[in-house]
Nanobody, 126 residues
């Protein structure tokens, strides 16, 4: 079992920045990748960013490339999502997720992730 706890959400003006953190505990040695997904009201949960736990390979959704960055602190079992140049359309609940499925191609899909945090609200005011 892996437990995930997100932090760092809040209210920010358009153009501002926020840094989300996800602290992992439990059987973290089994993790292949961690990812951030987000869900806006009335919309599907969508992929935002992912990082492989061991190698640190990263990938971002096209909608956030050039504005967001994902990183990990291996020693602290923590993943961060740095969000810059925020837009109102970034408003959503952001979820951290972990997968033990060793597949780069599959790790963009939410169905690959068996462990989820409770989510943290990000609101970007125009």
């Amino acid at each position: 079992q892996v437990q995930l706890v997100e932090s760092g959400g809040g209210l920010v003006q358009a153009g501002g920045s926020l840094r989300l953190s996800c602290a992992a505990s439990g059987r973290t040695f089994n993790m292949y990748a961690l990812a951030w997904f987000r869900q806006a009201p009335g919309k599907e949960r969508e992929f935002v960013a992912r990082i492989t736990w061991s190698a640190g390979s990263t990938d971002l959704a096209d909608s956030v490339k050039g504005r967001f960055a994902i990183s990990r602190d291996y020693a602290k079992n923590t993943v961060h999502l740095q969000m810059n140049s925020l837009k109102p359309e970034d408003t959503a609940v952001y979820f951290c997720a972990a997968t033990v499925v060793v597949s780069w191609s599959a790790s963009r899909g939410r169905s690959s992730y068996g462990y989820w945090g409770q989510g943290t609200q990000v609101t970007v005011a125009s």
